[in-house]
């Protein structure tokens, strides 16, 4: 399977990264199957980085792995998912233990849905029932070394910004 990560560089060997801010699943390296998500990615880091060109990195992944590791998979969204998204982005300290998590990706927009469900405006099952009417693009978060070595660098496209 193919995956794509949106950078302003050629990473050629992924690494565990801490964000400086809280992501959807926690500190990792994310990919997403969609070559447009990840291109989009690198336009978005441009303006903060004044930089005119990033790369879309693309590699094989066996999931294989994803029956022997420890992984967490979500095909859409669900209670669970909404629980663990909002814990990685609002609980200071969360850790989780997964090597691989995949599931949808919270956007702006989608963060927004998630801001009104913060703030009580939507329940939970509203917030869900909202989602599902959205365009969902996917992510796969590799949260541990072990985990980065299903990993298999193909190239990286440059993308002129």
């Known amino acids: 399977m193919r995956l794509?990560?949106?950078s302003l560089f050629a990473v050629s060997?992924?690494?565990?990264r801490e964000a400086s801010h809280t992501l959807d699943y926690g500190k990792g390296f994310y990919t997403t199957t969609s070559y447009e998500q990840a291109e989009s990615w690198v336009k978005r880091k441009k303006d903060e980085?004044?930089?005119?060109?990033?790369?879309v990195?693309?590699?094989e992944?066996?999931?294989s792995v994803l029956r022997k590791l420890k992984s967490l998979i979500f095909y859409k969204p669900t209670e669970e998912w909404v629980d663990f998204v909002m814990q990685n982005r609002t609980q200071k300290g969360f850790r989780h233990d997964y090597d691989i998590v995949y599931g949808p990706v919270a956007n702006d927009r989608v963060y927004a849905a998630f801001a009104l469900y913060?703030?009580?405006?939507?329940g939970k099952?509203?917030?869900i029932k909202e989602l599902r009417t959205y365009q969902l693009v996917d992510q796969y978060?590799?949260?541990?070394?072990v985990a980065l070595q299903s990993l298999t660098f193909i190239e990286a496209k440059e993308v002129m910004l």
């Open 4 to 6: 794509y990560h949106g």
């Open 57 to 59: 990195n693309v590699y």
């Open 61 to 63: 992944f066996d999931a």
């Open 118 to 122: 913060e703030g009580g405006v939507l």
């Open 141 to 145: 978060l590799f949260h541990t070394e």
């Open 49 to 55: 980085w004044k930089t005119d060109k990033g790369y």
């Open 125 to 127: 099952q509203e917030l």
């Open 13 to 16: 060997e992924p690494e565990i």
